[in-house]
């Protein structure tokens, strides 16, 4: 088990291998639930359908930029293979 350490303002920062554990990304949200117990339960938020979900999911870290025909490419891609 870790241990996270409570800052003055109250937040705690999650270790990227648990952020790696729950698979979230940058700009993903995180659900925390309150349990009777004193316990809290927290996994990654599922996304919202929101256009703003999209947003960030081609870019590469350290890659290159991509052009309006090379998104169009990856989004066709994507959508075929959900057929």
């Known amino acids: 088990m870790g241990v996270l350490t409570v800052t003055t303002k109250g937040q705690i920062t999650l270790r990227k291998d648990l952020l790696q ?18 316990r809290i339960e927290v996994r990654a938020a599922p996304a919202s ?3 703003a979900d999209i ?10 930029s991509l052009s309006v025909d090379e ?13």
Do not use: M
């Open 55 to 64: 947003f960030g999911l081609l870019k590469r870290e350290g890659g290159p």
């Open 21 to 38: 554990h729950l698979g979230v990304h940058p700009g993903d949200k995180i659900a925390v639930n309150k349990l009777p117990d004193g």
């Open 71 to 83: 998104i169009g490419e990856i989004a066709a891609e994507g959508w075929a293979r959900r057929r």
């Open 49 to 51: 359908g929101d256009i």
